[in-house]
């Protein structure tokens, strides 16, 4: 089966605090591809990082830093100093590579992220 | 335009009723995709175009549904004999080329939606 699991549903943190959002997935391709999208109160669902299975690289892109465990099946996403600006919901997706559709992303059911001032 | 436009943003219609949802897809994108999300859900794939001719449409729920993209450009979601179950936001996604082509970022633009009510 092909699945992406986000575990926690809300999550609430004041300004400046780190937080973590957990993502594990559950496929059977070798070769498949992970995502973080962010989904702003207006809806339209933004890109945020693409990572292949065959690179555990973990990255860092200002206060958004990403941990790729492949032995755990996890893509975890972190938020350092968080601001009010980053409530949104965040999904973590799943393209498998082989087999199925090129084109299927398989979301998670999201993480609703309230950062209050 | 700059991004991807969906019409109508929102949508009331009555349990029975035919629904046509328009996305125009960002200029030189060849790849464009529908997804429906049910409220507090992700979203869930319906079908996948590559140019005019669906290279996958497994994720339609049913022969209600139905999509076109007759110039590789603009594409039409139509749902016949519309249910209460069919309310959600139905949302548009363009990418360049082949998603699993070498060189692509797999990165997908997405509309914002259009949110349809069946009553």
């Known amino acids: 089966a092909q699945k992406v699991t986000q575990a926690q549903t809300e999550i609430s943190v004041v300004e400046k605090e780190d937080v973590t959002l957990d993502c594990v997935y559950e496929t059977r391709d070798t070769t498949y591809y992970l995502f973080w999208y962010k989904q702003p109160p207006s809806g339209e669902l933004v890109f945020l990082i693409r990572r292949n299975s065959f690179d555990e690289q973990n990255e860092i892109s200002g206060r958004y830093s990403w941990n790729f465990q492949k032995s755990t099946s996890s893509f975890n996403f972190t938020i350092t100093a968080s601001q009010v600006v980053d409530s949104a919901v965040y999904f973590c997706a799943l393209r498998p590579r082989g087999g199925g559709s090129q084109g299927n992303l398989i979301f998670g059911k999201g993480t609703k992220l309230s950062v209050k001032p | 335009g700059a991004g991807v436009s969906q019409t109508p943003s929102n949508k009331v219609t009555e349990k029975g009723k035919y629904v046509e949802l328009r996305c125009d897809p960002i200029s030189g994108h060849t790849a464009l995709y529908w997804y429906r999300q049910s409220l507090g859900q992700g979203p869930e794939f319906l079908i996948y175009f590559q140019g005019t001719g669906a290279a996958d449409d497994s994720g339609l729920p049913n022969d209600r549904f139905f999509a076109v993209r007759p110039e590789g450009s603009v594409s039409t979601l139509k749902i016949q004999r519309t249910e209460r179950g069919d309310s959600a936001v139905y949302l548009c996604?363009?990418?360049?080329?082949?998603?699993?082509?070498?060189?692509?970022?797999?990165?997908?633009?997405f509309g914002e939606g259009s949110r349809l009510t069946v009553l």
């Open positions: 996604a363009s990418s360049l080329n082949n998603p699993t082509a070498s060189g692509h970022t797999g990165e997908l633009f």
